[in-house]
């Protein structure tokens, strides 16, 4: 009898510490939340032409070199933009960040990037946010 009764106190103590151990684990499990409004889409061809190539960006995100891109080599080839009404895109002429910057603000369309001086000049994009 106080056998049984001491294999049911170790059972319950062990079954309480996998109990935290649990715990622990799902506290260091980072949240992370998408926010649907936080995107921008690049177009390879000028007026968003979704007939060739294009990509849509989930913010927020920093890509230091558009050499392979999803997939593709998108540096010097991004022709027009669109930007989410949650999001702040910041587009380089130059990879990690550097040469001439351009800052497109929420709901921005630009149908020709040559309009800012930028038509096939994108190599590092920074697409933040919120407010």
């Known amino acids: ?11 319950m103590a062990g ?34 032409d979704k007939d060739d190539p294009h990509v849509r960006i989930q913010g927020p995100a920093q890509i230091t070199n558009l050499t392979d891109y999803s997939g593709r080599n998108w540096n010097n080839e991004i022709e027009s933009i669109i930007v989410g009404p949650n999001a702040t895109m910041r587009v380089y002429s130059d990879k990690d960040f550097k040469g001439i910057e351009v800052i497109l603000p929420a709901n921005k369309r630009v149908a020709e990037l040559s309009v800012v001086n930028m038509s096939d000049e994108i190599e590092s994009i920074k697409l933040t946010c919120g407010g």
């Open 1 to 11: 009898m106080m056998g049984e009764l001491m294999r049911h106190v170790v059972m």
């Open 15 to 48: 079954f309480m510490g996998m109990g935290l151990g649990l715990a622990y684990a799902a506290a260091d499990l980072e949240i992370k939340t998408i926010d649907k409004a936080c995107y921008a889409e690049i177009f390879e061809d000028s007026d968003f």
